[in-house]
């Protein structure tokens, strides 16, 4: 029910005249003021001229002219307001520095901090302080006050109003300030906000009351301390209903008094004009006391802190639950209640299931069992829905059992970073790690489960883990899945039985296999077999398991074996390292990969092509096009027994680049050899972008439809990572040919030609590389070695020349430009200016480099936007791509630092940067702002560098010391002062990050 309350004058200095016909007639002090009200309906009561001292002029609906009606008339004065004296200041909006309603609120704000004697201090906050009314009813009742506002006249009034030392002035954006103080875990008893209907900060943050109100109380609990005396909050423009703003406090506030006004100001004849609204939020009883932390809450505090989180009137009272709660030790109930907030912030139902068994929980796991027990609900949550989450809340017992088993177990987030170097040091393609309930490989990525508890020794069981590794790498470095199993197995009349009967032939041949290139490694399995005594060749199979047993087998051998199996024999028990097979999902990966892979080559043969046809044109006008590919071995590595490929193109043998080499070797793992289709280089249409039809189309159906990549995300609250959240799409930008390149050129000749000169230093002297198969010169000395060798009845060597070679500074930069709403206009302008300098001068420089923009918006739609990959070459359409970068939506930043994360880990390169070129923090329209996604991007980030690759933000945000220390460290990040610098900069900045 809203309150009609009122503010009867004449008091003191202040009286409301006269009002009607849109104008109001105020007498402040000495001086009579005519301005405009949009509440001032009705006709006037007197008719006659109302002989104003000032009356004010509206130009729009928010600039006028004040025009005094004599000479001599000051624009600021001081008046005596119910005992407070108050600066009046005529502002250019037609406000007067101050708002006489909210003397309301004053006096409320005074009544409940006034009979706080027993608490030792007050903290008050007023956000939108003004000229500091409400600050100085807070400090004469006894509070210390945070005072935040962005206007620095009205800071220089409140000043002047207030000369108490216990006020602490914040010159703010109030979005800016509330979002630090949530991070730096500051708290306050008292709130007052009077927020304007739009507005801006010191650095033009924008403030708009539709948008930014939500997220701002939403903010609000985690400022308040626990023995908060309330809020006052006031709307003096009514662009919210008083009672919609007590429903927007209520959701935040659950459980307490809260009271909706309807303020207006009388005058001597008792007419009233409305004034605006306010709500007033508190509790209804004295806040509890507890200042010593090891005293536990009562049944009652208990309660209370309850219904912030728990909507008491969808499941009959927390009571019942705070009084399970009120039986735990202080620690522990300061522990639950922590996750019931973090629970609840997810799903309300889940949090009141949580706060039912939460006591048995931590009485059957302790607080290590009970986050994981929450972790794996909300995983749940996230990836399945409401109902899986609520069966592993419900099923506390199974739950339990898993657990018992972690304080002897090796637990996955403890081991993963041994384990990721760890297999990482074997053969093969770098396989990922990431848990699962079975143990089983997709080709590409390992899963174990998340605790590994087959033995009561911890150390066993990590040796345990290291055997499951091993096992999984060797399904895909000595090929079991080069053949199509599916296709092969679905001819036995059981095909159940008959994965499981090979599974078993083929972990013993990967037994023989590891034996051979890693006994140490076969010693520790032979040793876990025992210890779960389990047999490697179990009675009756020793026949079958001999053959598998010889150096160089493969899986086809096997097959073979399988084939001749008895029908009727019994399938071994599966090895604690078996694991499982999934071939459904080996071959959905493996198909994806092994297309891409071939695209990727055919790429990467045109570009050799393509250089190999240039260097012989400079040679001879015939011949250019028709060139054979072929491949030639090399001879076998030492260590791994293989060798890597030779490429000769038209006969010449050709030196391929590392990731070439890379991709060789991969296709080799799938397929066993390389095939001549793939020996082709690709024709100019080699990549086809969507159509304007499939890219409208992109977003219908499904997130998790083909081409979409899933990401965790990581949350701060609950401290581990929402599964598969965010959907990201690589798109292509629209190329956009103009003369926007020309005439960046044109505008920074002179710096080109200076950037350009400290580049060519950088790039270094020629190397001469002696005993090569081919080259410029001959290697004299080689040749006479190879003379002796013949002369000696050897053979004689074919690396008879000379190369000279430039230096290679093995550097790959991948460069993350925001494309966000914000970077309309200059900015945007700057980062594709810099962009084309950039490339100029790495052209000269060699350095392999990729551009990226970003943007999206909500987690659903996150877009990486591809304006240069690593292979392709700085052409003209890589330039109308810069020309075409232009503002899209939102800044979710953890997703794409993620995905270019993964794309760098890719490529071989002695240092990998991941710059950064933005206007901002991350933001995203879902609530992915503020702290939480400071610490996703922060966490991104931190991802990246394990990976080895070291990240660095440019930025033009005046606001970025505030965070990006906290985010990218205290020297990987640069702030530009000014956005026009930002072409000047970018290029310095890089060559010193490189050099």
Same mark, same amino acid.
């Given at each position: 029910m809203i309150e009609n309350t009122f503010l009867q004058t004449p008091l003191d200095d202040y009286a409301l005249i006269d009002f009607g016909?849109?104008?109001?007639?105020?007498?402040?002090?000495?001086?009579?003021?005519?301005?405009?009200?949009?509440?001032?309906?009705? %006709?006037?009561?007197?008719?006659?001229?109302?002989?104003?001292?000032?009356?004010?002029?509206?130009?729009?609906?928010?600039?006028?002219?004040?025009?005094?009606?004599?000479?001599?008339?000051?624009?600021?004065?001081?008046?005596?307001?119910?005992?407070?004296?108050?600066?009046?200041?005529?502002?250019?909006?037609?406000?007067?520095?101050?708002?006489?309603?909210?003397?309301?609120?004053?006096?409320?704000?005074?009544?409940?901090?006034?009979?706080?004697?027993?608490?030792?201090?007050?903290?008050?906050?007023?956000?939108? %302080?003004?000229?500091?009314?409400?600050?100085? %009813?807070?400090?004469?009742?006894?509070a210390e006050v945070t005072h935040v506002e962005a206007s620095t006249e009205k800071l220089e009034i409140a000043r002047k109003n207030i000369t108490h030392p216990g006020v602490e002035w914040v010159q703010d954006d109030v979005m800016t300030f509330v979002e630090r103080a949530v991070?730096?875990?500051?708290?306050?008893?008292?709130?007052?906000?009077?927020?304007?209907?739009?507005?801006h900060g010191p650095a033009r943050q924008m403030w708009d009351i539709d948008c930014d109100l939500v997220r701002l @109380?939403?903010?609000?609990?985690?400022?308040?301390?626990?023995?908060?005396?309330?809020?006052?909050?006031?709307?003096?423009?009514?662009?919210?209903?008083?009672?919609?703003?007590?429903?927007?406090? &209520?959701?935040?506030?659950?459980?307490?008094?809260? !009271?909706?006004?309807?303020?207006?100001?009388?005058?001597?004849?008792?007419?009233?004009?409305?004034?605006?609204?306010?709500?007033?939020?508190?509790?209804?009883h004295d806040p509890l006391q507890i200042k010593d932390n090891t005293v536990s809450l009562s049944t009652i505090h208990i309660e209370r802190r309850l219904d912030r989180y728990i909507d008491p009137s969808f499941f009959y009272g927390n009571e019942e639950a705070a009084g399970q709660l009120s039986e735990l030790d202080r620690d522990q109930q300061e522990f639950a209640l922590h996750w019931v907030e973090v629970v609840a912030a997810i799903n309300a139902e889940m949090a009141y299931q949580f706060v039912a068994r939460v006591r048995q929980a931590l009485t059957s796991m302790g607080k290590t069992g009970v986050e994981a027990w929450l972790v794996y609900a909300m995983d749940q949550y996230d990836t399945a829905g409401l109902y899986p989450a609520m069966t592993v809340l419900k099923d506390l017992e199974s739950f339990t059992k898993k657990m018992q088993g972690q304080a002897h177990g090796a637990v996955y987030r403890e081991v993963v970073g041994v384990l990721e170097n760890f297999v990482h040091g074997l053969h093969g393609r770098k396989l990922k790690l990431d848990t699962a309930d079975t143990l089983y490989t997709d080709t590409e990525s390992i899963f174990i489960p998340a605790v590994v508890a087959r033995f009561r020794n911890r150390d066993d069981n990590h040796r345990l883990c290291r055997a499951m590794v091993v096992q999984q790498w060797a399904h895909v470095w000595y090929g079991t899945f080069m053949?199509?199993?599916?296709?092969?197995?679905?001819?036995?009349?059981?095909?159940?039985?008959?994965?499981?009967?090979?599974?078993?032939?083929?972990?013993?041949?990967?037994?023989?296999?590891?034996?051979?290139?890693?006994? &140490?490694?076969?010693?520790?399995?032979?040793?876990?077999?025992?210890?779960?005594? @389990?047999?490697?060749?179990?009675?009756?199979?020793?026949?079958?398991?001999?053959?598998?047993?010889?150096?160089?087998?493969?899986?086809?051998?096997?097959?073979?074996?399988?084939?001749?199996?008895?029908?009727?024999?019994?399938?071994p028990p599966r090895l604690y390292f078996q694991g499982s097979l999934r071939l459904d999902e080996v071959a959905q990966v493996r198909e994806a990969r092994i297309r891409h892979e071939k695209e990727s080559l055919q790429k990467s043969l045109a570009k050799l092509v393509a250089d190999k046809d240039r260097r012989k044109q400079e040679q001879e006008d015939e011949r250019t096009k028709g060139l054979r590919i072929r491949l030639k071995p090399s001879e076998p590595d030492s260590e791994s027994g293989q060798g890597n490929q030779q490429i000769e193109i038209d006969g010449q043998p050709v030196a391929p680049p590392v990731e070439v080499d890379a991709l060789l070797a991969s296709i080799m793992q799938d397929l066993g050899e390389i095939p001549e289709e793939y020996l082709v280089a690709a024709g100019d249409g080699g990549y086809a972008p969507p159509t304007g039809e499939e890219s409208m189309n992109m977003w219908e159906g499904t997130y998790h439809e !083909?081409?979409?990549?899933?990401?965790?995300?990581?949350?701060?609250?609950?401290?581990?990572?929402?599964?598969?959240?965010?959907?990201?799409?690589?798109?292509?930008?629209?190329?956009?040919?103009?003369?926007?390149?020309?005439?960046?050129?044109?505008?920074? !000749?002179?710096?080109?030609?200076?950037?350009?000169?400290?580049?060519?230093?950088?790039?270094?002297e020629d190397k001469v590389l002696k005993k090569q198969p081919y080259g410029d010169d001959v290697d004299i000395d080689a040749l006479v070695e190879a003379f002796g060798d013949a002369s000696a009845g050897l053979e004689m060597t074919d690396n008879l020349f000379t190369k000279k070679h430039k230096l290679d500074r093995n550097i790959a930069v991948m460069f993350m430009v925001d494309m966000s709403g914000s970077t309309k206009g200059w900015i945007n302008d700057a980062e594709r200016e810099s962009l084309i300098l950039l490339c100029e001068a790495l052209e000269i420089l060699g350095d392999r480099y990729a551009i990226y923009g970003f943007s999206g918006m909500t987690r659903k739609r996150c877009e990486l936007y591809r304006i240069k990959e690593f292979d392709e070459r700085y052409d003209n359409e890589v330039k109308a791509r810069i020309c075409g970068i232009g503002p899209k939506d939102y800044t979710r930043?953890?997703?794409?630092?993620?995905?270019?994360?993964?794309?760098?880990?890719?490529?071989?390169?002695?240092?990998?940067?991941?710059?950064?070129?933005?206007?901002?923090?991350?933001?995203?329209?879902?609530?992915?702002?503020?702290?939480?996604?400071?610490?996703?991007?922060?966490m991104a980030l931190i991802e990246a560098k394990r990976k080895g690759i070291h990240p660095f933000c440019i930025t033009i945000d005046s606001e970025a010391s505030d965070y990006l220390p906290h985010m990218y460290g205290a020297v990987n990040y640069t702030v530009i002062d000014e956005v026009r610098k930002l072409p000047l900069k970018v290029s310095d900045i890089y060559r010193r990050l490189t050099t």
């Open positions: 016909e849109g104008r109001k007639l105020e007498r402040l002090g000495m001086y009579l003021v005519d301005r405009p009200d949009r509440n001032a309906s009705g %006709a006037l009561s007197v008719t006659e001229d109302w002989n104003a001292d000032w009356v004010f002029h509206a130009r729009d609906s928010s600039f006028g002219v004040w025009e005094p009606q004599r000479e001599g008339l000051p624009r600021e004065w001081k008046i005596w307001l119910d005992g407070y004296e108050v600066q009046v200041l005529l502002e250019d909006n037609g406000g007067i520095g101050l708002h006489p309603a909210l003397l309301i609120g004053w006096r409320w704000i005074h009544q409940r901090l006034g009979g706080c004697y027993d608490m030792e201090s007050l903290r008050a906050l007023n956000l939108f %302080a003004g000229t500091g009314g409400a600050t100085l %009813a807070a400090v004469q009742a006894g991070r730096e875990r500051l708290q306050y008893d008292f709130i007052i906000m009077d927020p304007p209907v739009l507005g @109380t939403s903010l609000l609990p985690r400022l308040l301390s626990e023995q908060y005396q309330g809020i006052w909050f006031s709307q003096r423009e009514k662009s919210w209903k008083a009672d919609s703003l007590a429903v927007l406090l &209520g959701k935040d506030f659950t459980g307490r008094n809260i !009271k909706n006004f309807s303020l207006e100001i009388a005058t001597e004849d008792g007419r009233r004009l409305s004034a605006g609204v306010a709500v007033a939020c508190h509790d209804e053949v199509d199993l599916m296709d092969v197995l679905s001819c036995y009349e059981s095909l159940e039985r008959a994965i499981a009967l090979f599974h078993a032939l083929e972990t013993r041949r990967l037994l023989s296999c590891i034996q051979h290139d890693l006994p &140490g490694m076969h010693r520790q399995l032979l040793e876990l077999c025992e210890l779960s005594d @389990t047999l490697v060749v179990p009675p009756g199979w020793e026949q079958f398991i001999s053959p598998l047993q010889k150096v160089n087998t493969s899986v086809r051998d096997t097959l073979d074996v399988l084939s001749h199996l008895p029908a009727d024999i019994q399938i !083909k081409g979409a990549h899933l990401y965790n995300e990581w949350d701060f609250k609950r401290q581990h990572y929402h599964k598969n959240w965010c959907v990201l799409r690589e798109v292509p930008v629209n190329p956009l040919y103009t003369s926007f390149v020309d005439r960046t050129l044109a505008r920074h !000749k002179g710096l080109i030609k200076n950037i350009r000169r400290s580049f060519e230093v950088l790039r270094g930043m953890g997703v794409i630092i993620r995905h270019l994360t993964k794309l760098l880990d890719e490529v071989e390169a002695r240092t990998k940067l991941l710059i950064t070129l933005s206007d901002g923090k991350p933001d995203d329209f879902d609530g992915y702002r503020g702290e939480y996604g400071i610490e996703d991007t922060r």
